[in-house]
């Protein structure tokens, strides 16, 4: 069975960055698309970024446009998420997934982490 673990959360002032990592180990994730999840309290679960098992193909969410950027190296069974220019409102669980199904098919991922606590002071 496959286990993703992230790391990199933490407190941080407004306009500041944090580098979030998620390790897989157990299965070679390497033909899966990842994806990194954020969840707030009172909110929906949302997909803030996500790439194709080659990196060739990304998705971002409106909200994290030019902020985020996520990328994977394959050869150490890990994905990040660098995020720059942090808000208030980027203040969240953050947690990366996996599926074999299409990077935007939200519901199709399988596999997920327990999560990084990420905080973002005004």
């Known amino acids: 069975q496959g286990r993703l673990v992230e790391s990199g959360g933490g407190l941080v002032q407004a306009g500041g960055s944090l580098r979030l990592s998620c390790a897989v180990s157990?299965?070679?994730?390497?033909?899966?698309?990842m994806g990194w999840f954020r969840q707030a309290p009172g909110k929906e679960r949302e997909c803030v970024a996500a790439?194709?098992?080659?990196?060739?193909?990304?998705y971002y969410a409106d909200s994290v446009k030019g902020r985020f950027t996520i990328s994977r190296d394959n050869a150490k069974n890990t994905v990040y998420l660098q995020m720059n220019s942090l808000k208030p409102d980027d203040t969240a669980v953050y947690l990366c997934a996996a599926t074999t199904g299409r990077i935007m098919s939200f519901s199709s991922y399988e596999y997920w982490g327990q999560g990084t606590q990420v905080t973002v002071s005004s």
């Open positions: 157990g299965r070679t994730f390497s033909s899966y698309a």
């Open positions: 790439t194709t098992w080659s990196g060739m193909s990304t």
